[in-house]
């Protein structure tokens, strides 16, 4: 049987201090809560109130609910008042030294029988657990920012740790209604080993002035649906946090994609320290507040074309190509109201597409999203021709063809001589560079590159890849027609894997490094990132989904690009490919698909 804890002690009230206690007084046990002054406990006793109102509001809890949370947590000062503790969760901040002297003085206070737990994101259990007179009965409980409302703690066992200790905690998270995934002492555990690398790269894209900060939000939420951009997660977890996390990080591995991007340094010596301090890669309403306020940084209020350009009139859109993506990309241009013509190269492959569109839209009307008035007058706005010389009238042509970039060089330099002047020519390429369709003709200002996503339908996002021969005015008219689409344009260069595609397969290739060394499994892994940071699925879900083989492609390119070491392509993931496992398409990729 686990050890029932009904006293807890929780040191340090700040976000996750503060969130930890709330979480375990809610669920019946008394907390008492230290903090370093009384202007220390006012503030962890006033973060506790604001969440718990939230919650109340929320409908999460009942005013009575709410008052015996309040009842069974007790504040102080003093670290002496924890001998009544069975179990003790540190939660000061990230500083190796104060945690030892923090746990020098728990051994001293405590009975050798409570257990001493450190919330710590990167620091190890071990030296911490050294510190004291007591190593097998000090372990590792990781906790995710908002502590109430991340599904998952992080149990971490270190040589030492008693077994039953281990046991005891993780039924303790399990009590709290989270998952427990238990892993051993490395830094960033299982969860911020692979977030943080991700998100220290997106530090990299907006500090070289890649994108905008906005534009890398929106790209990671739109285009993977996770629950917040980047940028917004290190000013809710804290740049000085997370510089500190990423720091210790790099010590271990030797990474350089784990140290820290030098403006996390600057941001965290300036006080810009995120939501905390109502300042971070955004600005906020006041400290601690989680609504943002327009800042110089800001993009223009009235969503136009940010660029200052006149916009090209565009009546009549061009898509090359016949397969899924140039099919979905017709699909999205009739229903907005384009005339469009489908190019293809032989009339099996237009009618197919055709076809394609027609029971796509089928689909919608069945499904009450769209009219069946609506339905016919997209399918009359659809032409279809195997003759490049129907693009000879269009403002826009997209071309969604194979992605070998002499196939589309090829097909460039025949826009060049079949379209009109002034028609704006883009390719819908995710991993080659525009520019090499651009010098294909003789007018590489007009061309630009739109990365939609797929289901292209579906997907809201599309990534407007400018060169550096692309004419602001083609920009400004790309956005205006993507809008039209429904679409949320983001802008970027042109340089491999744009923003989505550059953030996401690094950190799906560090998941299948991390279950070559056989740190975690696929499953842990996969929760960890479901349960602990909000992700739609976990990195080998989405990597089976998604494809071994394209997964493979892109990251070879994105090595071959930046040529960095960390970008290698894991050796397991080659490994699959060639063994045709290539995910649920062959019924076998990281997980066994076939009874499925
Ligand atoms: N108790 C219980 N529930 C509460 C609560 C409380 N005190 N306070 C809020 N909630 C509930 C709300 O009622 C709401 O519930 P609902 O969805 O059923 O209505 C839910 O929590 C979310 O509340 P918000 O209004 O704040 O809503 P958002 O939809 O804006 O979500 C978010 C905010 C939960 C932060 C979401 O954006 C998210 O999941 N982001 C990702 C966070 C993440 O990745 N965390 C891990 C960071 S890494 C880390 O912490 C490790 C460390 O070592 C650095």
Do not use: W
């Amino acid at each position: 049987m686990p050890r029932e804890f009904t006293t807890i002690g929780v040191v340090g009230l700040g976000t996750m201090g503060a969130g930890i206690a709330e979480v375990m007084a809610r669920n019946g046990i008394s907390v008492i809560g230290v903090e370093v002054d009384a202007a220390g406990v006012d503030r962890g006793r006033a973060h506790l109130q604001a969440s718990v109102a939230r919650a109340v509001k929320g409908g999460k809890l009942t005013d009575d609910e709410a008052a015996a949370l309040h009842e069974r947590i007790t504040y102080t000062t003093s670290l002496e008042d924890l001998a009544a503790a069975e179990l003790v969760v540190e939660a000061v901040p990230e500083d190796l030294a104060l945690k030892l002297s923090v746990f020098q003085r728990l051994d001293a206070v405590c009975p050798p029988e409570t257990i001493l737990a450190t919330n710590t994101s990167a620091l190890s259990v071990t030296e911490i657990s050294v510190a004291t007179a007591r190593p097998s009965r000090v372990v590792g409980v990781h906790f995710f920012n908002p502590a109430t409302v991340m599904k998952l703690a992080e149990v971490v066992r270190t040589v030492v740790t008693d077994p039953e200790v281990v046991s005891d905690v993780e039924a303790l998270v399990r009590r709290l209604g989270k998952d427990d995934v238990t892993c051993g002492d490395r830094a960033g555990f299982i969860a911020n080993a692979l977030l943080f690398g991700y998100l220290n790269h997106a530090v990299s894209l907006y500090e070289q002035k890649y994108a905008t900060r906005e534009d890398i939000d929106t790209a990671m939420k739109l285009g993977c649906g996770l629950p917040m951009g980047p940028l917004a997660l290190l000013d809710l977890i804290g740049v000085d946090t997370a510089y500190e996390i990423l720091d210790t990080m790099y010590k271990q591995s030797r990474d350089r994609l784990h140290a820290p991007a030098p403006i996390l340094k600057q941001m965290a010596t300036a006080g810009l320290l995120g939501r905390k301090t109502g300042h971070g890669f955004y600005t906020y309403e006041s400290s601690d507040s989680p609504v943002v306020v327009a800042d110089a940084e800001s993009p223009d209020a009235d969503g136009g074309p940010r660029h200052g350009a006149e916009v090209r009139t565009v009546t009549r859109i061009g898509v090359v190509g016949s397969g899924t993506m140039a099919s979905g990309i017709a699909e999205v241009c009739v229903k907005a109201g384009y005339e469009t013509v489908l190019v293809a190269r032989a009339s099996a492959k237009v009618d197919a597409a055709k076809a394609a569109i027609a029971r796509s839209l089928e689909k919608g009307v069945q499904r009450g999203k769209l009219s069946e008035e609506q339905r016919d007058t997209a399918l009359l706005l659809l032409h279809g021709t195997t003759d490049l010389g129907g693009l000879a009238e269009c403002d826009l042509v997209i071309e969604a063809v194979v992605e070998d970039v002499e196939v589309k060089r090829a097909l460039f330099a025949d826009f060049d001589e079949l379209a009109k002047p002034g028609a704006i020519l883009a390719t819908t390429t995710s991993s080659l560079p525009v520019i090499e369709c651009a010098m294909a003709t003789r007018r590489p200002a007009d061309v630009v590159g739109v990365h939609f996503f797929n289901p292209a339908p579906v997907m809201k996002l599309v990534e407007v890849v400018r060169t550096v021969k692309t004419a602001d005015d083609v920009v400004a008219t790309v956005h205006a027609v993507c809008r039209r689409l429904g679409k949320v344009a983001v802008d970027c260069g042109d340089r491999a894997g744009f923003i989505v595609n550059a953030l996401l397969f690094p950190y799906l290739n560090d998941a299948v490094r991390m279950l070559e060394a056989h740190y975690a499994t696929a499953d842990d892994i996969d929760t960890a990132m479901k349960r602990g940071c909000g992700y739609p699925m976990g990195p080998f879900e989405l990597l089976d989904v998604v494809g071994l083989d394209v997964s493979l492609a892109i990251q070879r390119v994105l090595y071959q690009e930046f040529r960095e070491p960390g970008f290698a392509p894991a050796p397991l993931l080659e490994h699959l490919v060639t063994a045709g496992y290539l995910g649920r398409k062959a019924g076998r990729g990281f997980r066994d698909h076939s009874g499925r």
